[in-house]
């Protein structure tokens, strides 16, 4: 079974700008959690989505958005750039929603983005 | 609100010596405990969860956590280090229910010295 993708894994963008980035979870899993990961602040959780609702929120910006298709894909946005905002982007898929032992989540590797 | 520690950034030991990684959280409900491990380049990966069901945990390559609740630790062991499990360690803490997050500690960069 294929694991977590994401696209694309490394992206240069200048301050001002708007990025989208991509994630496909694993087969039949339906909950896809974001997670942003600096040297400073560490992991941070920034969403999660199910059945194309957002179910839970990290304490971001509403710069920092996202949706979910009905295939369980999911998109975040981030508008207006930021050099704060260079960071790795984690994206983690599991069968159901992440609040629970049993819903193990699985991580992609990743989209290692540069504001300049 | 749940909270991870772990102590140290940065663990250095010897091929073939004891990896101990410590992590100790903070939750006001039982607490469901995870370690990853993040290779240069690459995504987490789980190597171990604590859900209640024992309090020693085995998990992959050889590593085992033991959740202690008087020392609300969860600290990760292996016997023998190899130079492969040179990464860095995530110790994570959730609790069940429709608002849970993983949220994580710091994290440990672990050397091995051949």
């Known amino acids: 079974k294929a694991g977590v993708t994401q696209t694309p894994r490394y992206l240069i963008k200048t301050r001002g700008q708007q990025v989208t980035l991509s994630c496909s979870p694993i087969s039949g899993h339906r909950s896809v959690s974001w997670y942003q990961q600096t040297p400073g602040q560490g992991l941070q959780f920034l969403f999660e989505?199910?059945?194309?609702?957002?179910?839970n929120k990290g304490n971001f910006p509403g710069r920092f958005s996202g949706r979910q298709f009905s295939n369980s894909r999911s998109e975040m946005n981030v508008s207006t750039l930021e050099l704060g905002d260079s960071a790795l982007y984690l994206c983690a898929s599991s069968l159901a929603l992440a609040g629970g032992p049993l819903e193990t989540q699985y991580f992609g590797p990743g989209t290692r983005l540069l504001v300049l | 609100a749940q909270s991870v520690t772990q102590l140290g950034s940065h663990v250095s030991v010897s091929e073939g010596a004891l990896v101990l990684l410590r992590c100790n959280y903070s939750?006001?409900?039982?607490?469901?405990l995870f370690w990853y491990v993040q290779y240069p380049n690459q995504g987490l990966q789980l190597l171990l969860k604590y859900t209640s069901a024992a309090t020693l945990v085995k998990g992959i390559n050889g590593f085992e956590a033991e959740f202690k609740k008087s020392e609300t630790s969860f600290h990760l062991t292996k016997p023998s280090a190899h130079m492969s499990d040179a990464a860095e360690y995530f110790c994570a803490v959730t609790r069940t229910g429709a608002n849970s997050k993983l949220t994580f500690g710091k994290g440990i960069t672990l050397s091995v010295r051949p």
């Open positions: 939750s006001s409900v039982p607490p469901y």
């Open positions: 989505y199910f059945s194309e609702t957002q179910r």
